[in-house]
């Protein structure tokens, strides 16, 4: 078989000097993955990593973190352009968070266009169906950048459904794959003993992650322990506490990984009452290590849990409404046969469709389409 190149523009260091977040985390797993099943596929990555910069955070930030992007991204697509002239590749695989950066990514789209290298684009983001509606200067360039390339994937299917209904005609639905590591850890700790009424949230412990909705909703239930796995500020800590008032309310705090996979083995329920999300690993994380699972509906999570179908793996309610997310948790706790049933088809779900492997041979699939 010939064998077809690909050129993985992405950032994808874990060192501490660098920005972590979801494009981060997929292309571990998918290099990962990669490294350790040969094929017929030969993957060169171009590290658009960008640095941590401490002095660049926050609302009064912004002027900085714009400059800050113009540099890292200045030596980024250098070195694209450096690896397109002095290799062949027959797949340029873009991977995007949008915003302000799409202007970078209409460069490299160009770039690979001059070098006869066909392109693939990457959305990492669930906000395109709100930005359709605001149809604003974001809405724009992403129609352009996806007007650009040869291929365009999302990885949910509001996303998809948003560009295919202005015509576009190259899009893929891919979901972000839970990676063999998780597996792996799962595995290795199966002798967990679960408690149905420990509850655990793990994930930023900020405003937006919906944290003081969650602590309203809990409050009152009778015999629970509500876990909370993050960093957390002492201001946010302080008014959780207050919310709280009570000894039911337990903070982790910052822990390794296989720590946060024991937290949700022991947990009877897993929740997330975020304001917004892409494709949230912890939600692939919680399905395989088999919670029950109440999140909102934000992002890919609808899909993810399957809710509209006969047999959903989750329960979701609205961002920011706590009577709804205390009658999901409550429902749970008050029914432990069906909240084990929920549990089995989410853990069911995630090994059908969100294993490595599968997303693996799903993405090989769309670069050899674009060939």
């Known amino acids: 078989r010939q064998s077809m190149n690909v050129l993985l523009c992405t950032p994808f260091s874990i060192a501490p000097q660098f920005v972590q977040g979801g494009i981060v985390i997929w292309a571990q797993n998918i290099l990962d993955y990669y490294s350790s ?181 809990c409050k009152g239930i009778e015999g629970i322990k509500l876990h909370v796995i993050g960093k957390v500020t002492p201001e946010v800590r302080g008014k959780m506490e207050e919310i709280a008032d009570g000894d039911w309310l337990v903070f982790e705090g910052e822990v390794d990984h296989q720590v946060v996979i024991q937290e949700m083995l022991s947990s009877g329920i897993f929740i997330l009452p975020s304001y917004t999300e892409g494709f949230p690993n912890v939600i692939l994380e919680s399905m395989a290590c088999g919670c029950a699972i109440v999140a909102t509906t934000v992002g890919a999570i609808p899909e993810m849990l399957d809710i509209t179908s006969s047999a959903p793996c989750g329960l979701c309610c609205d961002p920011k409404d706590v009577e ?16 084990h049933q929920y549990a089995g088809r989410a853990e069911k779900r995630v090994n059908e469709m969100y294993a490595v492997p599968k997303v693996w041979e799903q993405l090989v699939s769309i670069w050899k389409g674009v060939c």
């Open 37 to 217: 099943h040969p094929s017929d596929v030969h993957i060169q990555v171009s590290s658009f990593d960008r640095k941590a910069r401490t002095n660049a955070r926050g609302e009064e930030g912004l002027l900085k973190r714009i400059w800050f992007g113009v540099v890292d991204y200045n030596s980024a697509i250098r070195n694209a352009r450096k690896q397109l002239k002095s290799h062949h590749f027959d797949v340029l695989h873009l991977c995007t968070s949008a915003s302000i950066s799409l202007a970078k990514d209409i460069l490299i789209l160009k770039m690979a266009k001059r070098n006869g290298v066909r392109t693939a684009v990457h959305f990492h983001f669930g906000r395109i169906p709100e930005l359709e509606q605001l149809n604003n200067w974001e809405w724009k360039m992403i129609q352009r950048v996806a007007r650009m390339a040869d291929s365009v994937i999302t990885m949910d299917l509001e996303s998809y459904r948003a560009l295919e209904k202005h015509g576009f005609k190259n899009i893929h639905y891919l979901p972000n794959p839970l990676s063999l590591g998780i597996m792996e850890q799962i595995s290795s700790f199966n002798n967990t003993a679960r408690e149905d009424r420990k509850l655990c949230f793990a994930g930023h412990v900020i405003r937006t992650k919906g944290v003081f909705e969650l602590v309203e909703a």
């Open 324 to 339: 709804g997310l205390r009658r999901s948790i409550k429902f749970f706790l008050d029914h432990p046969t069906e909240a």
